[in-house]
């Protein structure tokens, strides 16, 4: 028998994130197919003022950095940002979500990704092995943020310089989870971030 364990603390039990875990009565393993069966069920639909201060967040910090970018063109925009903005302005609890993740997810992954295209140029290769290897750095620095992947595919599918790690993915996620700490702790429902380092 599989158990579930709860990985992160949340405020409401319905919301928390679970992963199979063994459990002690449990002697045999399970066929690939045996793990095909679902275990959980679909969370909960949030409160309607979850859904508009979600809404807010990501008008504020969207809508700021991309602003910024398009009226004033300052490098301040990524296409990974929007996955950001679902995490830190829908699923604030979420470890993924936290600024430690969003910042340093971004920052290995941007440069992970810019090295791998100025050593190996713009290949499917390349591309592989940056998101690849973004992945096992941010699990070790223990700051995964799954945009972060997407990062590293921009940086070597646009071909992207040293400068791209700090302008615009420092300076955008710094923006981002800035208005995030402001936006999420305007609620009285929320309480950002649950971690910094």
């Not at 919301?15 to 959980?40: C, H, M, R, W």
């Not at 925009?77 to 997810?105: E, K």
């Not at 071909?159 to 300076?171: D, N, R």
Request: hydrophobic share 50%; net charge positive; glycine share 8%.
């Amino acid at each position: 028998m599989w158990g579930r364990v709860l990985i992160f603390p949340m405020n409401n039990k319905e919301d928390a994130y679970f992963v199979p875990q063994e459990t002690e009565s449990a002697n045999q393993k399970l066929s690939f197919f045996e793990k095909l069966i679902p275990t959980g069920q679909c969370p909960p639909r949030p409160a309607p003022a979850e859904l508009i201060w979600a809404a807010i967040g990501s008008v504020a910090g969207i809508g700021m950095v991309s602003f910024l970018a398009l009226h004033y063109q300052l490098p301040l925009l990524v296409a990974s940002f929007g996955a950001t903005a679902v995490l830190i302005y829908g699923a604030v609890d979420s470890p993924f979500a936290q600024p430690r993740n969003v910042i340093g997810g971004h920052l290995f992954s941007a440069l992970i990704g810019v090295m791998a295209y100025q050593f190996l140029g713009a290949s499917w290769w390349s591309i592989t092995l940056a998101v690849s290897l973004s992945i096992v750095v941010m699990l070790f620095t223990r700051t995964v943020h799954p945009p972060g992947g997407a990062t590293a595919i921009v940086a070597v599918w646009t071909g992207q310089g040293y400068y791209f790690i700090l302008t615009p993915v420092l300076a955008g996620a710094a923006a981002l989870v800035l208005t995030a700490v402001i936006v999420n702790n305007l609620a009285h429902t929320r309480c950002y971030p649950k971690f910094w380092l």
